[in-house]
């Protein structure tokens, strides 16, 4: 049977392609548009690249497809060349889906939360999806609880308010303090990486703007507007002043970090009472935060925390297919013995690479060396910024190892002159270590594997002198481990490093400059190779680098 998952919201779109219950392709829009999120394409959305593209890999048209099936909070138009033959899901049914499909678990519990799902209609008035917590075994997915919110439209709908959304409430916290991505949605990301610069002064005035008892999350639209007058008042008491205006926007970053991890946590506590299960799931937007997901994991009884690398919206793509696959096609769950690959975008050829570098002509000089492990770790040891382009990318905003730029993280300076001569964005953001599994407790305080970077556990006080440049100013680091079977030339890679070095530790953050996609294409990275400081690009076997004066 083979299915095509559509997902997205109104950003993030994907699709992905799950044949006889195996999921064989799956790609975001933005990664074949060059269009960040895939926000605001508009009609051209109704070209729906990523269903071509991953139809076109598997040697298939759209005819030879058994289903079509997205979440019915996708822009429609997406699936306009689809619409008569689609079948639609629940928002968080989709979320649910992609991460307990995707989980090592047998029995688990499903915890998903974002901005807002699915709408539905409740006394007369507009509400979405805001928490919505499953339990999920061989028999499939059923909802213990849910939370949902009254949608309050705004001129522009970036602006709408959602009762009793986490999500909201982080992004309307990140867009008070000055952080934007494109087309004017919040930056969650950069307010989860400045928070451990702030302080405790308004945690306390923060909780008093929404209720939080045994596991149910409440927030009015008073509450909410309140939240935003606050951060409006305190900025402008300091405007003017520049250090006191970011100590207003470090001490905000603090607080709603703050209040995400313990209602993360209380959810979870309240989860695990009602299932007894060991077992939790995460996904939606706010399973991002890496910090609060390790939380969970550290302070709530269950023993093992499984988050899809597609989180977001994005990985809805994937949770339609399987569940598709699963529910629709009556198939019983059973777990994977291998750990779910998130490396599911097309593999490029050798000769496609060569063209790509071919097309640049004199600006780049070529070699392939006999050992390209050595020949790489030889140049990171010696300070070069490397671009890693290797195999299938990554689904998900996180860089695993086959769009990455890698780095020597011993380098204290390494990670300020990354981000002002390679990714051009604010000096406070960190940067992630990569490290084998085998070897991650000795670095780090937590044996728990996490392939796709989505725990932050702390840096051993006796190493964070040794990877300072990947060690945050509250000693955290967000972690990614590597299997030899999962990515083989990463590990490798790191193998070569660490018989130089004796640190099995590289920095490692998604291959792109600030608000651009991940790189794709060969074509991609050469650009962005060639457009940054970047040192040297390593595409398959092919070293590149640049030319005297390129």
């Not at 678990?105 to 709408?119: C, H, I, N």
């Not at 993360?264 to 706010?286: E, K, P, S």
């Not at 030899?484 to 004796?502: V, Y």
Request: overall charge negative; charged content about 25%.
């Amino acid at each position: 049977m083979r299915i095509l998952g559509l997902g997205g919201s109104h950003h993030d779109f994907a699709a992905c392609l799950v044949q006889d219950g195996r999921i064989t392709w799956a790609v975001e829009e933005e990664r074949l548009t060059r269009v960040k999120i895939a926000f605001g394409l508009g009609p051209r959305l109704q070209e729906c690249r990523a269903a071509d593209h991953v139809l076109e890999q598997a040697g298939l048209t759209a005819q030879d497809v058994d289903l079509v099936i997205a979440n019915d909070f996708l822009n429609p138009v997406y699936s306009l060349r689809y619409r008569d033959r689609t079948e639609w899901i629940g928002h968080h049914l989709s979320h649910a889906a992609s991460t307990f499909y995707t989980s090592p678990f047998e029995r688990s519990a499903v915890m998903v939360l974002d901005g807002r799902g699915s709408e539905l209609e409740h006394r007369g008035e507009r509400h979405g999806e805001t928490i919505t917590c499953y339990e999920g075994d061989a028999t499939g997915l059923r909802v213990v609880s849910s939370t949902h919110g009254r949608v309050t439209t705004a001129p522009r709908r970036l602006d709408d308010t959602y009762e009793n959304s986490v999500g909201w409430m982080y992004e309307a916290v990140s867009k008070s303090i000055g952080f934007f991505t494109v087309g004017g949605m919040g930056a969650p990301g950069k307010t989860m990486g400045l928070a451990p610069f702030g302080g405790p002064r308004y945690v306390k005035a923060v909780g008093e703007l929404y209720h939080l008892q045994d596991g149910a999350f409440r927030q009015s639209v008073a509450q909410q507007q309140a939240l935003t007058r606050l951060i409006a008042d305190e900025l402008a008491l300091v405007a003017g002043d520049e250090r006191a205006t970011e100590e207003v926007r470090c001490d905000f970053a603090h607080a709603v970090q703050a209040h995400t991890e313990r209602i993360m946590i209380d959810l979870a506590r309240a989860l695990h009472r009602t299932t007894g299960a060991r077992n939790l799931c995460l996904a939606g937007g706010v399973a991002l935060n890496s910090v609060a997901n390790y939380k969970i994991l550290e302070e709530t009884p269950f023993e093992e925390v499984h988050v899809f690398p597609a989180a977001g919206d994005n990985g809805t793509a994937v949770g339609a297919a399987l569940h598709g696959h699963y529910a629709l096609g009556r198939h019983t769950w059973e777990p994977s013995p291998e750990r779910f690959s998130p490396y599911l975008g097309r593999l490029y050829s050798e000769q496609e690479m060569t063209a790509a570098v071919t097309a640049a002509g004199g600006r780049v000089r070529v070699e392939r060396p006999d050992d390209l492990f050595a020949t790489t770790a030889r140049e990171l040891a010696r300070g070069a910024v490397v671009g890693w382009f290797q195999g299938r990318s990554e689904i998900g905003p996180r860089a695993l190892g086959n769009r990455s730029i890698l780095a020597d993280p011993r380098d204290p300076g390494m990670k300020d002159r990354i981000n002002a001569k390679v990714k051009h964005r604010e000096p406070f953001r960190p940067f992630a270590p990569v490290v084998p599994e085998a070897r991650q407790a000795e670095y780090f305080d937590s044996a728990t594997p996490a392939p796709y970077m989505l725990l932050v556990p702390r840096v051993r006080e006796e190493k964070r002198a040794v990877i300072p440049a990947v060690t945050h100013v509250d000693g955290s680091a967000r972690l990614q481990t590597v299997m030899s079977d999962l990515n083989p030339r990463l590990h490798g890679l790191l193998e070569a490093f660490d018989r130089i070095t004796g640190v099995p530790v590289l920095l490692n953050t998604s291959f792109n400059d600030n608000e651009e996609p991940i790189v794709e294409t060969p074509e991609d990275a050469v650009r962005c190779f060639l457009g940054t400081d970047l040192d040297l690009l390593v595409l398959g076997d092919l070293v590149v680098r640049k030319a005297a004066g390129a």
